[in-house]
């Protein structure tokens, strides 16, 4: 961005919807993580509270696992026939599953649910692109702060949804206390809840939600072109027509976006077996290292830091994406990661010092000190999120050269984040459950999985330094006006197929 360039007016109706949409996604998807422990253990597939981390992240990789199979042909598709329809169906798609795993009678029926409700999301990778098409130059760090601005809310509103209205027959007897299907189904409620936030979201979005793919498949609809040059002066320029498949995925795995989907995958990593693996630790027993939280506690906690967020992603990253670059906001939020995942373990430790565990008898509270550490240690993974995700999601749509492309690419993006949210839960998961059965020293003790997660985020900031400082800025240039551009000289028309 030029200094001193006059800064465009963001459109305020699309925004708008697509902000509504990329909050109630995220919302329905994490309403599960306050409650996520307790619904496998009532699933009694277990009867050892260490092996429930295994179970929790089975269950929390399955969505993105197949979102992976899924997330390249959604971008695709959006290429063809719009983003507007992909947007719509995944946001409907996230409805109808949000109510099916408030049914679940099983950790098979549940599994089930989140792999179809991934596969038939197209939704996150479909919103960058969206995002990207409605920002130029001068307003993309606003625009596209945005979305993770949403993305946080969302994943800070979801658990305090889900701790606050599970089991609402136990927590809420004189409204729910008769209810024959709230206790049958404990976790039911606050999946409603999060299926009718969406249901308004996409009913606004229906009506406020414009196409913004910049131009149609074309074809000459007269015979006699059929001998005339393809290519004339007067023709749009070749970057309006749709490349074909196999061009796409040309143009997907150039060498910039390579490079760059490394740090998507990494950032993604880290980010959700943190995700995965806090309420997990937090409702662990004092005995085996964690805090011992009921889930409307853990969800409070996860709520605490939303203030923060808006602060650091309406204010904070856009002055410090003007002044230092995507490439550069991308390793701060890569360092705060780590700082995350070692200082998460010590608030425990921190409790413990405080209040040693009892020869026998109850747990006292934690203290307000282990709640604060815990609050600013919450706050920290948050701003990680904030300056890593929306610095890597600029840095992929400026590394495309072919605005065409920009969906393929897009969902490539969204597939190797899939690729590493379906691999993180298992493996945070795993590392637990492993690190709590045996009774080895430091680092192989309760402190391995976020040993391992501190790597993963210094793994990061190192790659970004194979970036180019040219994706620092936008590579493919803002198309004319559609309707414009498909006007010739010599007065053929040009149609949609």
Known sequence: MTPGMPVTALPRRQIIALCLLRIAEPISFSVLFPFVYFMVQDFHVTDDPRDIAFYVGLLASTFSFAQLTTGMPWGMVSDRIGRRPVILTGAMATIACSVLFGLSPSLRWAILVRLVWGACNGSVSTAKTIMAELTDETNMARGFSLLPLCRNLGTLLGPVIGGLLSRPADHYPGL??????????????????????????????????????????????????????????????PSLVRPGVLASLVTAFGSDVRRVLAGVFLSALISVMLDDIYPVWSATTPGLGGLGLDSRAIGLTMAFSAGVVIYVQLVVYPS???????????????LLFGVA??????????????????????????????WLAMVATLVIRVCAG??????????VSNAVTDRGCLGVVNGVAQSASSLARSLGPLIAGSLYSWSLAHSYPFPWDRHLVFVVMAFVSLAAYV???????????????????????????????????
């Open 176 to 237: 729910f206390g008769h209810s024959i299907l709230f206790r049958r189904f404990p976790y039911l409620l606050p999946c409603l809840v999060c299926a009718a936030i969406g249901l308004c979201a996409w009913t606004l979005a229906f009506f406020l939600l414009k196409e913004t793919l910049p131009y149609p498949r074309l074809r000459t609809n007269a015979a006699a072109d059929e001998c005339r040059p393809l290519l004339t002066p007067t023709l749009p320029p």
């Open 386 to 395: 904030t300056f890593g995700f929306t610095s890597v999601n600029m840095l």
């Open 341 to 370: 995942s070692l200082a998460l373990p010590q608030v425990a430790t921190l409790e413990r010092m405080i209040h040693p565990l009892p020869g026998g008898g109850p747990v006292p509270s934690l203290a307000p000190l282990t």
């Open 320 to 334: 410090a994406q003007r002044q230092w670059g995507n490439i550069h906001c991308f390793r701060v939020g890569a």
């Open 463 to 497: 790659i970004s330094f194979t970036w180019p400082l040219r994706i620092n800025h936008r590579q493919f240039s803002t198309l004319p006006d559609p309707a414009k551009a498909l006007v010739n000289a010599q007065g053929r028309s040009l149609v949609i197929v």
